[in-house]
Nanobody, 112 residues
Framework: QVHLVESGGGLVQAGGSLRVSCAAP????????VDWYRQAPGKRNEWIAT???????IYADSVKGRFTLSRDDAKSAVFLQMNSLKPEDTANYYC??????RGQGTQVTVSS
């Protein structure tokens, strides 16, 4: 199975923005939806958003209105645009899709 690869994380001040990406090297997502999760130290994994093959998106209340998902099937990539970031958004962000192995994730750190 192909491992998903996340990228784009980093350190940003509260109120700032980041765009993280999820790619499927050498493959395509096909008809599969792609989910994003995050895990902060000492906390449970939290589902935050999903984008369907058709581009329909749903978001957790904790990120609704601040995060936006998009997908580029030609590039086999999904993008999570994160705006108005808060310190509580600090976590390792990773994507999941049926038929793919989970990647390592990308760390997002928001300073106050």
């Amino acid at each position: 199975q192909v491992h998903l690869v996340e990228s784009g994380g980093g350190l940003v001040q509260a109120g700032g923005s980041l765009r993280v990406s999820c790619a499927a090297p050498g493959s395509t997502f096909g008809d599969n939806a792609v989910d994003w999760y995050r895990q902060a130290p000492g906390k449970r994994n939290e589902w935050i958003a999903t984008i369907s093959r058709a581009g329909t998106t749903i978001y957790a209340d904790s990120v609704k209105g601040r995060f936006t998902l998009s997908r580029d099937d030609a590039k086999s990539a999904v993008f999570l645009q994160m705006n108005s970031l808060k310190p509580e958004d600090t976590a390792n962000y990773y994507c999941k899709a049926f038929g793919f192995q989970r990647g390592q994730g990308t760390q997002v750190t928001v300073s106050s």
